[in-house]
């Protein structure tokens, strides 16, 4: 079965342009998260969803990143006025439901020029 | 709150060498403990879990027993091959989350 994807895989783009970057999880997962990973770092969270609505939001860096789950599938994490800090690779993951084994996509590396 | 403090790297061995990456974490009660796998170009995996004291998780010819006297979870193989060349995270699940640790970049040679 398909596992987690994410689009783009990689997103170049200017400093104060803004972002959208996509999350499709497994087909059934009720738990969706954004990760964020900085070069030799491990992934930080950002953000979680439980169905359509933001569970826990409290690794969201500032109130320039936002995410939605309108339908409680798809994902979009949003950046505005990205700033060249923001570069990292950004890992989306899904669960069955809460607090289980989380499945990971292959990430979204973002270059902010 | 939760913390993972995982063994810096790079760990180089030469193939059939003896792994250990140490792993300890600081915890409210008795979580599952994880250890993922990164492998050159890709995304994480799950390589093995333990749910509770002195479970052992195993996968690949790796294991991991999960100590509550040590609150460790170090993570072990008895001959390492190229093909585990990879980065390895040891990590500890929240209400809400996972908390990684920085991760340690193993390196295997002929």
């Known amino acids: 079965g398909a596992g987690v994807s994410q689009t783009p895989s990689n997103k170049v783009t200017e400093k104060g342009k803004y972002v959208e970057l996509r999350c499709d999880p497994i087909s059934g997962h009720t738990a969706l998260y954004w990760y964020r990973q900085s070069l030799g770092q491990g992934p930080e969270f950002l953000i979680y969803f439980q169905g359509t609505g933001a569970a826990d939001d409290s690794g969201l860096p500032n109130d320039r990143f936002f995410a939605v789950r309108p339908e409680g599938s798809v994902s979009t994490l949003k950046i505005q006025r990205t700033e060249r800090g923001d570069s990292a690779v950004y890992l989306c993951?899904?669960?069955?439901?809460?607090?289980?084994?989380?499945?990971f996509g292959p990430g979204t590396r973002l270059t902010v020029l | 709150g939760n913390s993972v403090t995982q063994m810096e790297g790079p760990v180089t061995l030469s193939e059939e060498a003896f792994l250990t990456i140490n792993c300890t974490y600081t915890a409210t009660g008795y979580p599952s403990l994880f250890w993922y796998v990164q492998y050159p170009g890709e995304g994480l995996q799950l390589l093995l879990k333990?749910?509770?004291?002195?479970d052992k998780g195993s996968n690949k010819g790796f294991e991991a027993t999960y100590r509550k006297e040590t609150t460790s979870f170090h993570l072990e193989k008895g001959s390492v091959q190229v093909s585990d060349s990879a980065v390895y995270f040891c990590a500890l699940p929240g209400a809400s989350k996972l908390t990684f640790g920085t991760g340690t970049r193993l390196q295997v040679t002929l």
């Open positions: 993951a899904s669960s069955l439901i809460p607090r289980h084994t989380q499945y």
């Open positions: 333990a749910t509770k004291a002195d």
